[in-house]
């Protein structure tokens, strides 16, 4: 008999078909009365295929074994509560690394060289009046990395190919980094023109690049953000960037996304994306494809690849 999956979310159509494959779907973000269909097909539920998985889901399904999350964090699921009960948590790492890491440079050059300003200029007809004017560039710049991870350790290759020096902040000095490691955050944003933050989220990177952190970084300093909008304290970087205290943001991430403070969008030493760092077609394919590989994994008995719980 096949297994019993509960699909939270929409994900991509590749994933999704492999999914169907094998096994039963019950698909909860399309159902028209959610509590009842968790009522009807609760107890025979042996995985969760995506992420919002919250405690009182979990207590509502007895026969849980294991969460295959659609994508590199995990964040959205109560881990707690997955681990008191032994359930599995699995995520779909290493295939997003290289879309995530493109998005980070091309968000620091657009940024740096006012691309989508440059744009609306060309488009608006305004080419041969006043001139555009000088940008900024990344050649020669230091780029200080929050989180030099299986991504950061990408990003910083780029940005090396961009001939930007590269230094990290993490909770540990890596072993054989060529980089220079800060052990604390304030004093590597004082001494980088760039913040790169590519921390998960959750309660231990919460408002962790603070208002202390974005003032080191300072009137000439960046802040990029393709972690979690809730890693960094995004009220006072608001008030920053509206004073000119920090130089400029590009954001993928925010606190409250899709909802946003929307004294973002009269900014204009800001670049906007909506959360799109692993939005590409290969990529969502390979992550759909990695989650049906971790839950084949659980249900073959063979240990799951990505385990993270």
């Not at 493109?102 to 744009?119: F, V």
């Amino acid at each position: 008999m096949p297994v019993d999956i509960l699909q939270t979310h929409a994900f991509h159509h590749a994933g999704q078909t492999a999914l169907a494959e094998k096994f039963t779907v019950h698909k909860l973000h399309e159902a028209a009365d959610p509590e009842a269909l968790l009522a009807q097909i609760g107890p025979q539920i042996k995985a969760i295929a995506g992420g919002d998985v919250s405690a009182e889901l979990i207590a509502r399904l007895p026969a849980l074994e294991i969460v295959a999350t659609f994508g590199v964090g995990y964040d959205s699921v109560d881990v707690q509560a997955a681990a008191a009960r032994d359930i599995v948590v699995a995520n779909t790492p290493e295939v997003l690394n290289d879309a995530v890491a493109e998005l980070a440079i091309g968000l620091m050059i657009a940024l740096a060289r006012r691309i989508p300003q440059a744009d609306r200029y060309v488009r608006e007809g305004r080419w041969g009046g006043k001139k555009f004017g000088l940008t900024g560039e990344l050649t020669g710049k230091t780029v200080g990395i929050l989180g030099l991870g299986r991504i950061g350790k990408e990003i910083a290759a780029r940005a090396q190919a961009m001939k930007m020096r590269v230094v990290y902040h993490g909770r540990h000095e890596q072993a054989n980094q060529p980089f220079v490691y800060y052990s604390d955050l304030e004093d590597m944003a004082r001494d980088s023109d760039w913040l790169m933050v590519i921390a998960p989220g959750g309660a231990g990177t919460a408002g962790l690049v603070s208002r202390k952190v974005l003032e080191a970084l300072g009137p000439e300093g960046a802040v990029v953000n393709l972690g979690r909008g809730t890693v960094i304290d995004e009220a006072a970087m608001l008030e920053l960037l509206k004073s000119g205290g920090l130089g400029g943001a590009a954001l993928d991430v925010f606190e409250n996304e899709p909802e946003m403070d929307e004294a973002f969008f009269g900014l204009e030493n800001v670049v906007l994306s909506p959360h799109q760092g692993s939005a590409t077609e290969q990529t969502r394919t390979l992550m759909g494809l990695t989650l049906v590989e971790n839950l084949d994994a659980h249900f073959a008995g063979r240990p799951v690849p990505h385990r993270v719980v």
